[in-house]
């Protein structure tokens, strides 16, 4: 047969020109509905498999809002996520370390929700290389931190951006991660990575997807807190870990910002340099809300771009039902965890609680020590609260209970501190944590302008290996006493301890050993001993199971005085913080 390579040639061009054509149709109109969730924390069920009892928030009820959105035809969903997924409940431990041969349930879940694009979160790196490499490539969408570079490269180690179309209209997301992890874990973790300040990268970003990318809409998914002056920052520390607003408002080319990282609440615009309106939204955490930012585009055929009508709104997830189809779908998967968390490990003689750990020695906070001390051989413990009420009851305890005794996959550090540097740690711990009293009427506790602890109480350590005592009539820097070693042996300030810290505290996290022991990053590295090679939770678990019956109780190893003034100021504090 003959073939007429003229016509099939014509044929070609046609098809291209038509197809260039489509291509480049823009409706006069469009409006795009971006949803975001953000530190979700494994909250994926209406369940708290932790306390065995129904839960509030969930990716099941967001789905049902998410459909709700999508059956509509007036609109354009875009789903995205901002980090915090991996970690925070028995459900994703469940995948991250004792299930790793399936698929893990947060691929599943996303990918079944059809999520766009998602950033990474600092407490997704914190689950290690295994867990968070493994997970990148069984997800069906970007999951980016455009400032988490390849070490000794100009490349990203996840992606960068992404671009999203959506009847011929170009979004690009832009995602960056909070750049303070060096700060709070340890490098083994991050192995690979250089982290990069938000907003000297956000602007390189910005400039290059101008260029390349020439977007109708730019969004900025950024997993860092709206509050720059957290932890005594200010808008000109370098590497700032909530950066998301300073980027708002020093870097012109976004529309849009959906923060994270700090389980609050936004939702307002900010100015950019230019003076043009920036949308920033921030929807708190465990699937308790969802962000929406409106954005109605009508096209300007004089200036051949969009203008921007653009509305922001936080959803409120626990007025949703659950989806019925998402819970079949995922039901296996439920029940796996449930019969996972229901394993009964051993039994204490008698209840503890976090509430008597804000106002001395607890027996809470001491089985931690013991353990601590138990696991490391070290000869001084420290540990802080990590929930605010949590609770373990007298009789068998089951897995579920160890994420109330110990809420974070931590590390546990071995570290080498002098006796004076032992005190430096404790008197930075005390002036985060509590007042100069002056007289019986005086606070016990630190409190903000509005009422609140004035520093978040996961910093509140205490010490266990030495006697000791915190004067709370004294200034900072001087209420703290150590008068012996735990068995009754001289406390020697020159001598130098092995400490049993958790990787948080040993790379810095809280400023006990940056700020309060005045240690650089690089010496604070050289004095780790030794790490474990999994998390404190799991050798907490087996410790317990080794022990069978465990009789939790307070040592008795450092007190606060005046006695009188704070027996007064627990009883009136006590009622004020948690009833």
């Known amino acids: 047969m003959k073939v007429n390579f003229k016509i099939i040639i014509a044929f070609a061009f046609i098809s291209i020109f038509l197809l ?35 839960s509030s928030g969930s990716l099941a009820q967001v789905y049902s809002i998410v459909k709700n959105y999508r059956e509509k035809t007036d609109n354009e969903v875009i789903l995205l996520d901002n980090g915090d997924l991996l970690q925070g409940s028995p459900v994703v431990y469940y995948f991250n370390f004792e299930n790793t041969k399936d698929k893990h349930i947060a691929s599943r879940v996303l990918n079944y929700m059809q999520y766009d694009a998602a950033t990474v979160g600092n407490h997704d790196i914190e ?80 400039d290059y997807i101008k260029y390349n990318e020439k977007p109708d809409v730019l969004i900025g998914l950024f997993h860092a807190g709206v509050d720059y002056t957290y932890s005594n920052q200010d808008e000109n520390t370098p590497f700032n870990e909530n950066a998301s607003r300073l980027v708002a408002e020093k870097v012109v080319g976004f529309d849009v910002i959906f923060a994270g990282h700090d389980h609050r609440e936004y939702n307002l615009f900010l100015k950019n340099p230019e003076g043009n309106n920036v ?89 931690v020590h013991n353990i601590q001390l138990d696991i490391s051989g ?6 802080a609260p990590l929930s605010f009420n949590a609770r373990i009851n007298k009789g068998e305890v089951y897995v579920r209970d160890m994420f109330n005794l110990y809420r974070f996959e931590n590390l546990l550090y071995t570290i080498k501190l002098t006796g004076k540097e032992v005190d430096n740690y404790l008197e930075y711990s005390c002036g985060l944590w509590f007042n100069q009293m002056t007289d019986i009427n005086s606070s016990l506790l630190l409190y903000n302008d509005k009422g609140r602890l004035k520093n978040p109480f996961y910093n509140f350590s205490s010490a266990e290996g030495i006697r000791y005592t915190v004067d709370l009539t004294k200034p900072v820097g001087q209420k703290v006493t150590i008068e012996s070693m735990q068995d009754g042996s001289p406390f020697d300030l020159q001598k130098e301890y092995l400490v049993a810290v958790n990787s948080y505290r040993g790379n810095g996290g809280g400023g006990h050993l940056l700020e309060g022991v005045k240690l650089t990053k690089e010496e604070l590295n050289k004095r780790i001993i030794k790490s474990t090679e999994k998390d404190l939770r799991f050798y907490m678990l087996k410790w317990i199971e080794e022990k069978k019956t465990v ?13 009188a003034w704070v027996s007064k100021a627990k009883a009136r504090e006590y009622q004020k913080l948690f009833h």
């Open 378 to 383: 070290a000869d001084i413990s420290f540990a």
């Open 20 to 54: 260039g054509c489509n291509m480049n149709k823009r409706p006069e109109k469009l409006t795009l509905k971006i949803i975001e969730t953000t530190d979700v924390h494994g909250a994926i069920f209406p369940y708290d498999f932790v306390n065995n009892k129904k």
């Open 127 to 206: 689950t290690g290389h295994d867990v968070y490499d493994k997970v990148e490539k069984e997800f069906n969408f970007p999951w980016m931190a455009a400032n988490a570079m390849q070490k000794n490269s100009d490349r990203s180690y996840f992606t960068s951006y992404t671009v999203i179309e959506r009847q011929g209209v170009k979004i690009v997301v832009l995602g960056l991660i909070t750049p303070a992890i060096p700060k709070w874990l340890p490098e083994e973790i991050w192995e690979g990575m250089e982290f990069q300040d938000m907003i000297e990268s956000a602007q390189e970003w910005v």
């Open 279 to 367: 949308l920033l939204l921030d929807a708190r955490s465990h699937a308790q809300a969802v962000g929406v930012a409106t954005i109605n585009l009508i096209y300007n055929e004089e200036t051949g771009s969009y203008e921007k009508e653009i509305v922001g709104e936080l959803i409120n997830v626990t007025d949703y039902e659950v989806d019925p189809l998402f819970m079949e779908k995922f039901q296996p998967d439920f029940d796996k965890v449930k019969e996972y968390v229901s394993k009964p490990i051993g039994v204490f003689s008698s209840s503890i609680s976090t509430q008597a750990a804000f106002f001395g020695d607890s027996p809470f906070m001491d089985l």
């Open 551 to 563: 009789d939790p109780a307070k040592n008795n190893s450092w007190k606060l005085i005046p006695e």
